[in-house]
């Protein structure tokens, strides 16, 4: 995905030098490439790294996560494809491991790579300079850093990563210390990442953790270039902690728009860093998109199509007088309350498998299928217009406009894009979307909706 210039000259910058506050370990000017960091130390120190003076830095954040070392633990052995650790065993504790970091990083004008802390900046920088006006890759590297001590409780998730603009997914890393011992802390429903959003609208969705890392019930400690567990400790089935990273080098995660990378919580701690290469300053797409939803669920007759399409809207009766609803899936631990809740939208998107899940399912806290909910919002418009509804969703669905049935939807084979011609008046218009979630997608339970107005 990066395309580098075949001619350069090669340079390496040095420091061994204490300091106190914060240090530049390298200060180059481009056009160039940085082909690897050695560095020493780590706990306690910030590695901030900024290319051609962006005013935000595309790398600020502790050392120690950046090179898949978390949750404070002693340095391990790491060897994959984006870096190195390697820990001096000969002195026990007072070991000093080595970082290296093989991920590119392009820059056209200049590339500022400052450690912050104290102690000593022992470093090496060996980089490729270009000739002046070369043609370089758009792409810049960029780490985001998340921390969640604890995240929210079983049947939740949390934000790895959400950015706008065109780029690609580089990799993931991401450490889990267990805090709720009711079952393997693997079991978290899996990885939901929603792209392009504002353009284009699709959808990669996971297992469990340890299947979006490519191990198999649970993991073990092994290490190859793209997938690996350089730390884990196994107390038992319920009591496991671990660090693991995916490297996506032979299948990147394009896009071009957006990109919300989310995982599957129970309660543990969780940290993570999301390696991704983007553009600088893209161009920011127009959309309008309805930012507030209110949904209510669960109803029956999700999995008959004759049944979901007869079924209308429940109406004005209050929430305490519908009736409690067993699972058909667990039907002897979950019993289902219709509820109502509100969801904000995240780049025209709105997420449901999160907020209807089997909760007291022993293991896997699973979307809930063959069933409905009613997803409402307000689309404002300045004037009488015409336009189009482009609504994308897995499964089906039926559509009104201020009561008006507007469109009625269906397919079986993951997420679908269609677009629905509408007249909006001046002002508020209310928009009605009846879905469901059924079992026969490629979508492993996906669920979730993305509505424009184009």
């Known amino acids: 995905m990066i395309s580098l210039p075949t001619r350069f000259s090669t340079h390496r910058v040095n420091i061994n030098k204490g300091f106190s506050g914060s240090i530049d370990i390298a200060n180059l000017e481009g056009p160039g490439c940085i082909r690897h960091i050695w560095l020493l130390f780590g706990k306690d120190r910030r590695l901030e790294i900024q290319v051609d003076g962006a005013p935000k830095s595309q790398i600020d954040l502790p050392q120690d996560p950046f090179f898949g070392i978390m949750h404070d633990r002693k340095p391990y052995f790491v060897d994959c494809a984006a870096f190195t650790v390697l820990p001096n065993p000969v002195f026990g504790d007072q070991g000093v491991p080595g970082y290296n970091l093989w991920l590119p990083i392009p820059f056209g004008k200049s590339c500022r790579i400052t450690l912050h802390g ?23 590297l960029h780490a985001d850093y998340r921390a969640y001590k604890p995240a929210p409780a079983r049947g939740g998730y949390v934000e790895l990563a959400n950015v706008e603009g ?34 284009d609208p699709h959808a990669i969705r996971g297992h469990n953790v340890e299947d979006d890392f490519g191990f198999t019930w649970g ?17 038992g089935r319920d009591d496991q902690d671990g660090v693991f990273y995916r490297f996506f080098g032979p299948d990147p995660i394009a896009f071009r728009s957006s990109l919300v990378f989310r995982t599957g919580c129970r309660g543990d701690d969780v940290e993570s860093v999301v390696y991704a290469y983007r553009m600088e300053n893209p161009a920011k797409p127009k959309m309008q998109a309805p930012l507030k939803w209110r949904v209510t669920g669960l109803f029956m007759g999700g999995d008959n199509w004759d049944a979901f399409r007869k079924s209308e809207y429940i109406g004005n009766i209050p929430v305490d007088q519908w009736a409690v609803e067993p699972d058909r899936n667990y039907p002897a631990k979950d019993n289902f309350k219709i509820i109502e809740t509100t969801l904000q939208s995240d780049h025209g998107w709105i997420d449901l498998q999160n907020v209807f899940f089997a909760r007291d399912h022993e293991q896997t806290p699973l979307t809930v299928l063959d069933r409905c909910a009613y997803a409402r919002t307000t689309v404002v418009s300045d004037s009488d217009r015409r336009a189009t509804l482009r609504l994308a969703l ?53 669920w979730v909706i993305n509505c424009v107005i184009e």
């Open 166 to 199: 065109e780029g690609f997914v580089a990799g993931v890393v991401a450490g889990y210390v267990q805090r709720d011992k009711r079952d393997m802390v693997f079991h978290t429903g899996g990885m939901t990442i929603l792209l392009d959003g504002e353009t």
């Open 394 to 446: 897995d499964d089906w669905a039926i559509v009104w406009l201020n009561g008006k049935k507007v469109a009625t939807l269906r397919h079986e084979d993951g997420l679908k894009v269609g677009r629905i011609p509408i007249a909006l008046k001046k002002g508020e218009n209310e928009l009605l979307v009846k879905t469901n979630n059924i079992e026969a997608t490629p979508n492993n339970r996906l």
């Open 118 to 140: 104290s102690g000593t900046a022992d470093a090496m920088v060996d980089w490729h300079k270009y000739d002046k006006g070369t043609t370089l890759t758009p792409y810049r």
């Open 219 to 235: 993991f073990n400690d092994r290490q190859s270039r793209w997938i690996g567990c350089p730390w884990h400790e196994n107390r």
